[in-house]
């Protein structure tokens, strides 16, 4: 009592009474506290001894100091808790097997994850829940974490529940090995990516989906620099991903409109509005073209506005449309109106003509018969003319037919050889399998001759002309796959001013000199 205070003194002396009267080893554990006033973890251990006759027995004793392991006891007891809540809160799955692969422990993640009791997995294997499409996979990864190859397998693979449900998961996991390198146990830990592979698959099938799109598809941030582009903006505009990405959309400007129509835009989408309108915007390689663009915001949940998409419609093929149809319809006034003329000069025509021949009957010999016969010449060029213009403004039905435009081809040539001055080599390569076609014959050779007598004139120092046919398949936006037949006729000529070339199939335009050319040949 006078070292120890109040109940260490009881133990002590309690101690001391049983190795007394038992003769044995007592040992415990005591904190005590020395001089200082520090404590102490001790481990004390008293023994009796008899010193023998006159004197009264008593009890050694030694005490050791082992503070310092009682706090490496304490440390190791706060990290086996540490440790024991992780396993038994984590989110993942976390499990270790013997060296059979049978499952000795899971936390209750895993057993969530898999349906399984904590008794009904022990009686199976990694292998056993691994899908059998990737049981070979798996059981390769571990081994080669077994033979050092590898400190660690991390791959994705597929489990099957306890209801028979597959779910995906990355596995990690690695071997413990003993002193001796023998596999003592393997320890992993299983995150389920379901969802996120879902969400990968989706995002797989909507880049396929407009990758695949004729519409040109445009994502920028919030402040329009551009994040993605898809396959189609490179082919109408020529320029590549690479060369837009980090950049804004004003690469593609054209100048063809003012500030306040790009102004408007802006001020649209950043109002959270869907923008919808035509732009004139510039290629690559400087060519014009005309879309038409609907942009949308993209908002996360909050309403920020994170992005912008852009669907953009080529309008090149629609306007080439809108430009043939106005010329259609341009040529259809014109050979409406031109038929009405030729119809009238038709009937003048022949009464110049049947004057004409009164006139040579009543005119016998003199100087005037030559002034007769020029006016008959001019009357049969300007019938002739008058035919022309008929036949195209109002074509009969009953002229057309089923046929191979080869045969009239070659009609033409054998014309054409006899017609084409020997400066002129004409060729052809005509396709022996040639498909037919619904048409006038006689037009098919009158084309053939304007063609290339037009080539002819372009070539004044002789040349080659082709001519050739084959069979072709076209297809566009809207329009399915179909059947063409081909005919071209080649030149080595100059070619075409294109300052007039929108103008060449116009009735009656013509560059050549008066006299040499009606302007109908490409018309008609």
């Not at 102490?40 to 006759?53: E, M, R, V």
């Not at 002819?456 to 566009?476: C, H, K, Q, W, Y």
């Amino acid at each position: 009592e006078d070292i120890f205070p109040g109940d260490d003194a009881i133990i002590h002396q309690e101690a001391d009474e049983t190795a007394l009267r038992t003769g044995r080893s007592v040992s415990y554990e005591m904190r005590i506290k020395d001089s200082a006033g520090k404590f102490h973890d001790t481990f004390i251990t008293k023994t009796s001894y008899n010193p023998g006759q006159g004197e009264k027995p008593g009890v050694v004793g030694v005490i050791f100091d082992i503070s310092e392991r009682k706090e490496v006891e304490r440390k190791l007891r706060e990290r086996e808790e540490r440790l024991r809540s992780i396993f038994e809160n984590a989110m993942d799955g976390i499990f270790a097997g013997d060296p059979s692969g049978r499952f000795t422990s899971a936390n209750p993640a895993l057993l969530k994850m898999l349906g399984y009791s904590e008794s009904e997995l022990f009686t199976r294997t990694l292998n056993d829940i691994t899908h059998p499409d990737d049981r070979r996979q798996s059981s390769l990864a571990l081994a080669q974490v077994l033979t050092g190859t590898k400190s660690a397998a991390d791959l994705e693979k597929r489990l099957v529940t306890k209801l028979g449900d597959v779910i995906w998961v990355r596995l990690a996991a690695t071997w413990v090995f003993d002193e001796k390198k023998n596999p003592l146990l393997t320890i992993g830990i299983v995150h389920d990516v379901t969802a996120e592979k879902a969400v990968e698959e989706e995002r797989k099938r909507l880049i396929t989906a407009v990758s695949q799109a004729d519409e040109v598809i445009v994502v920028t941030d919030a402040n329009g620099v551009i994040e993605f582009v898809n396959p189609a903006f490179e082919k109408i505009t020529g320029y590549t991903a690479e060369e837009v990405v980090g950049r804004t959309p004003k690469i593609l400007k054209s100048g063809a409109h003012p500030p306040e129509f790009y102004e408007n835009m802006w001020k649209t989408i950043k109002e959270g509005r869907v923008w919808r309108g035509i732009i004139a915007n510039k290629k690559k390689n400087g060519e014009s073209y005309k879309e038409r663009c609907t942009i949308s915001p993209v908002r996360d949940s909050s309403g920020k506005v994170l992005n912008y998409v852009a669907v953009k419609q080529d309008l090149s093929r629609e306007t080439e449309l809108e430009d043939q149809l106005r010329q259609a319809q341009k040529m259809e006034a014109v050979g409406t109106l031109a038929g009405g003329v030729a119809h009238d000069f038709n009937n003048l025509l022949q009464v110049i003509s049947g004057c004409t021949q009164l006139l040579g009957h009543t005119i016998e010999g003199g100087g005037e018969n030559q002034y007769l016969e020029k006016i008959s010449n001019a009357v049969e060029r300007g019938a002739d003319l008058v035919s022309r213009i008929l036949t195209f403004s109002r074509p009969s039905a009953k002229d057309i037919c089923t046929f191979s435009i080869n045969l009239n081809v070659a009609n033409a040539l054998r014309m054409l050889e006899q017609a084409l001055p020997k400066n002129i080599i004409l060729e052809n390569n005509l396709e022996p399998e040639l498909s037919p076609i619904n048409g006038v014959p006689d037009q098919i050779e009158q084309i053939v001759i304007n063609l290339a007598t037009n080539a002819r004139d372009a070539m004044p120092e002789g040349g080659t002309i082709n001519v050739s046919t084959g069979n072709l398949f076209l297809e566009g936006p809207g329009v399915k796959k179909t059947a063409f037949v081909r005919l071209v006729v080649e030149d080595e000529g100059t070619g075409i001013d294109p300052k007039v070339r929108d103008r060449i199939f116009d009735p009656f335009f013509t560059t050549k000199e008066v006299g040499k050319g009606t302007g109908l040949g490409l018309y008609t």
